[in-house]
């Protein structure tokens, strides 16, 4: 408390770093004195008498009997600040559409405080489509909740202007301007500066939490370009303009307007301000389908997730509004009152039925991101264990892959732990399987991010005698047998012409034997797992309830919230959703006949796209030379439409090959005194 005020100074929060020190721990602090740490402050309390210190005392040893599960590091699972909460309730989304609609229900079911986090935020994005109806823009929903009394804080990454154009600023404003009691509060974070140490990180969490109960978390932010089902369309335009060119005023049945029609490979978003504006023609280039994963969680790990938001808010309130009243600190809720954590309206803003699950958050975040004295890596810790922990079978989809064994840049381990189950699996003839899923491309317009990017992808799985395969030949293990990497691509008719595009993966879901999973904002790389770079957020589930299944003949036990997942993510790739005229059965990822045909699969369909539209990136450009005799060759497409057209329904599903072979004989690295060759 500010002594002359009665104001709150700053909540300390009992953490791993809390601890109560008398002066019989220090013998430089007088009888009088007690000293209070945590992870970010250090408070001395001097006490007027001894019978105030004996009750100071009293009340910081209760204190820390009642959240000795936050204070003991070591008893965490992964070493997270936070614990497992058992029997929490959890329901998973694939792609933006099903999780936007339930987070614009959901926020109207709030009573008291909605917490934002968002590497980028567009105010105007639509939630619910196709739809006009404006009350259900995302800053429309959230100013309707600030006036009817609900606090709204939000934390948004704060970019470099001359980096990138989401203009964070415009965001602030726009979500401020829209409660006319002041109840909407935004924080962007951080002031970039050398000093401390924040020029190429940022906070690349995404979370809406509501009422401290109820948790979305996940990859998908809350901005333009991320909308999408399992159509992945690559066109939306209407039929006036489909058939006679002209566009037409009636937005009513598009699906993007303005800035949300997104081509990730053609540029950036520009002019974010004037958010109904195209900034691509629509008529000639398609859009980027996006395909991401998130999960809602409720109870006591969403009750965690809050405190992490908590945490966070409070110490940049003090870095950028110490002195402004009008931005409160945020205190945690009691964990006590299990019917006051009890969410029973789920049914008002989700499709099906939520799964019983035990979770655990787990986060990355250090000195700059949440002003710690540590440095966490819980995420990190999770994959490790879970990987080594495998024992049939890892489905991975992430937008990065950049993960060197024995490197002296690289620095994570998730490379090595994958190749050590490997062998081990190898030694003892187990039948063993990973499928790992990423963007095709690296998203960006941006040719060193780009080649940074692809550069460090490629070297940590088949570039280079350090990289995944290599190390696995020469340990004489065939690396196709365990471990396959695919990406995902759509295709469409735009005016007339056959077109195709990437499916931008941005998903960073990990699920391991159908039992266990891991959803949230962390990439595989240095930047996101390593803790004092990127600020990171996800949760760790463990199924309860079970079923019987087949692996490779074998019956297991597996998981009804991670099964249903990766079934329906297999069904989807596939394009077994609709109809299954095959009758293709995904429920064992592990048989040489499933792994052996999802495999085949997406062989074919790489060998259409590369015939039809000549498509890159490609195993067949290995060398730059060899990129323009690629790309000048015939496409099948321009010489024989018709005949491109019908052999593209002998496409299944979505899945194709990954290139890891692409420019293999080439150094495309940029220089590392750019940006984009330093920050992996």
Excluded at 80 to 108: D, T
Excluded at 349 to 356: A, D, M
Excluded at 497 to 504: G, H, N, R, S
Excluded at 564 to 569: A, D, K, M, P, V
Aim: proline residues 3%; aromatic residues 12%.
């Amino acid at each position: 408390m500010h002594r002359d005020t009665d104001q709150l100074a700053f909540p300390m929060l009992v953490d791993h770093g809390f601890t109560v020190l008398s002066n019989h721990h220090n013998t430089a602090m007088t009888n009088s004195e007690i000293q209070i740490r945590n992870l970010q402050e250090t408070l001395t309390i001097k006490c007027e008498n001894r019978h105030d210190y004996e009750q100071w005392m009293e009340s910081l040893n209760l204190l820390q009997e009642k959240a000795f599960c936050f204070e003991n590091k070591n008893d965490t699972r992964f070493h997270s600040f936070a614990q497992i909460r058992y029997n929490q309730l959890g329901y998973w989304f694939i792609n933006g559409k099903s999780y936007m609609e339930s987070i614009a229900k959901a926020i109207l079911l709030a009573k008291e405080e909605i917490f934002i986090t968002d590497w980028w935020l567009s105010p105007e994005i639509m939630l619910i489509r196709p739809n006009d109806d404006e009350t259900m823009r995302l800053d429309n929903l959230l100013g309707k909740k600030a006036d009817d009394g609900v606090r709204i804080y939000v934390m948004i990454s704060k970019e470099l202007s001359f980096v990138s154009s989401r203009n964070s600023s415009h965001t602030k404003q726009a979500l401020i301007n829209k409660s006319k009691i002041g109840n909407i509060k935004v924080i962007r974070h951080p002031n970039h500066n050398r000093i401390n140490n924040t020029l190429l990180w940022s906070h690349n969490e995404k979370s809406l939490i509501i009422d401290q109960k109820i948790a979305f978390i996940g990859g998908i932010d809350l901005c333009f370009g991320r909308w999408d089902n399992e159509y992945h369309r690559l066109v939306d335009l209407d039929e006036k303009t489909k058939q006679v060119g002209e566009e037409s005023m009636d937005t009513s049945n598009r699906y993007f307007i303005g800035k949300d029609y997104v081509n990730v490979y053609e540029g950036q978003i520009d002019n974010v301000e004037r958010f109904g504006e195209d900034f691509i023609d629509r008529k000639m280039l398609p859009r980027t389908p996006w395909h991401d994963e998130a999960l809602v969680v409720f109870g006591e790990v969403a009750r965690d997730a809050a405190r992490h938001f908590i945490q966070r808010w409070n110490i940049h309130k003090t870095e950028k509004f110490d002195n402004d009243s009008s931005y409160s600190f945020i205190l945690p809720r009691t964990y006590d009152d299990k019917e006051e954590l009890t969410v029973n309206n789920w049914k008002e803003f989700l499709e099906g039925h939520p799964c019983q699950i035990n979770a655990q958050c787990v986060r990355s975040i250090g000195p700059w991101s949440a002003s710690t004295r540590t440095t966490e890596t819980s995420i990190l810790n999770a994959y490790i264990q879970m990987i080594d922990g495998a024992e049939h079978f890892i489905f991975i989809e992430n937008e990065f892959f950049v993960t060197v064994a024995n490197d002296s840049f690289i620095q994570n381990p998730v490379s090595e732990t994958l190749y050590q189950r490997i062998v081990r699996a190898h030694r003892l003839g187990e039948k063993f399987r990973i499928y790992i899923v990423l963007p095709l491309l690296p998203g960006s317009d941006n040719v060193n991010i780009v080649q940074a990017s692809l550069y460090f992808i490629m070297r940590s799985i088949a570039k280079g005698d350090n990289s995944l395969f290599k190390r696995l030949e020469k340990a004489g293990i065939q690396p196709n047998d365990y471990i396959s990497f695919f990406g995902l691509r759509q295709y469409d008719i735009l005016m007339g012409v056959l077109a195709t595009e990437i499916i931008f993966v941005h998903s960073k879901l990990m699920i391991v034997d159908d039992r266990m999973a891991i959803c949230g904002s962390a990439n595989i790389n240095d930047r996101s797992l390593l803790g004092e770079r990127d600020s990171e957020l996800c949760v760790v589930i463990n199924d309860i309830e079970e079923e019987q299944c087949l692996f490779n003949g074998r019956s297991v036990r597996v998981g009804k919230f991670c099964s249903s997942w990766r079934r329906r993510l297999f069904s989807m790739m596939l394009g077994t959703m609709g109809h299954n005229e095959n009758k293709i059965d995904v429920t064992d990822p592990v048989s040489d006949q499933f792994y052996n045909y999802f495999r085949e699969v997406a062989h074919k369909n790489t060998l259409i796209y590369e015939e039809t539209f000549g498509v890159l990136p490609t195993n067949c450009v290995r060398r730059f030379d060899q990129m323009y005799n690629y790309t000048d060759k015939p496409k099948l497409k321009d010489t024989h439409p018709n005949q491109a057209h019908e052999k593209l329904k002998n496409i299944q599903g979505l899945v194709v090959e990954y290139p890891i072979y692409f420019l293999n004989e080439e150094n495309y690295l940029p220089s590392l005194r750019t940006r984009e060759g330093i920050s992996y």
